[in-house]
């Protein structure tokens, strides 16, 4: 027969075992739960992408651009650097030939002013949020093939606050008439030029109003 001394030394080792055995599981359903994460990140990643270039494919198919999957990133230890000056000034009104007075439309363009490189490699956006404030651009090679884009703050916007009359701030946007702005976008042989665009909202959907392009070389 057992001393108690025994018994309760027996229950200890159990114990512990038991203790041992619980870890053993409880690290293995780690692992499966590990694995079976990093399994489903990549197929998360690649349904995020797919679903970014479907939207730009229907943006830009009435411009003309040839949206394809562009597949991952390539990774380059640099990327290029574009100086841009744009002018938007807006014609005076003027009379046309019915007596009528007419609003002339935006003569805008894009002249580069200078190129540089730049150190690193460029990330792609993670998501295609658009809105009036931006600017589309889009880079492309043969047959107007896409090969990168970006969205970029509409540099002809300014804040700026004014007093009223009874001397409060109050806020308000300035669009100016000639800016320059700077856009990157990657160390690519095959990139022949930059389209740029402007978003519109119709009230139901985005459409895009080209701004002009601007050669890479």
């Not at 490699?121 to 600017?135: H, K, P």
């Not at 806020?171 to 389209?195: A, C, K, W």
């Amino acid at each position: 027969m057992m001393t108690g001394k025994q018994i309760l030394k027996a229950c200890l080792v159990l114990a512990m075992v038991l203790a041992a055995i619980s870890t053993y599981f409880a690290q293995g359903d780690k692992r499966g739960s590990t694995a079976a994460s990093s399994n489903a990140a990549p197929r998360t990643e690649l349904m995020r992408e797919q679903m970014i270039d479907d939207q730009l494919k229907i943006l830009l198919a009435p411009v003309g651009v040839n949206v394809v999957e562009i597949g991952p990133a390539t990774q380059t230890a640099n990327h290029q650097e574009l100086e841009v000056r744009w002018k938007a000034p807006y014609k005076s009104t003027e009379n046309n030939s019915t007596g009528t007075e007419q609003q002339g439309q935006p003569a805008q363009t894009l002249t580069v002013m200078g190129r540089s490189t730049g150190r690193g490699s460029l990330q792609r956006q993670r998501s295609l949020e658009l809105s009036e404030e931006q600017v589309l651009v889009v880079a492309v090679g043969a047959d107007s093939r896409m090969s990168w884009w970006t969205l970029i703050a509409d540099p002809r916007l300014r804040r700026a606050e004014t007093p009223g009359p009874n001397g409060e701030l109050s806020g308000q946007t300035i669009i100016l008439g000639e800016t320059d702005f700077t856009v990157s976008y990657p160390t690519d042989l095959s990139i022949t030029e930059l389209r740029f665009y402007h978003p519109h909202w119709t009230g139901t959907r985005f459409t895009l109003e080209s701004i002009g392009s601007t050669p890479v070389r």
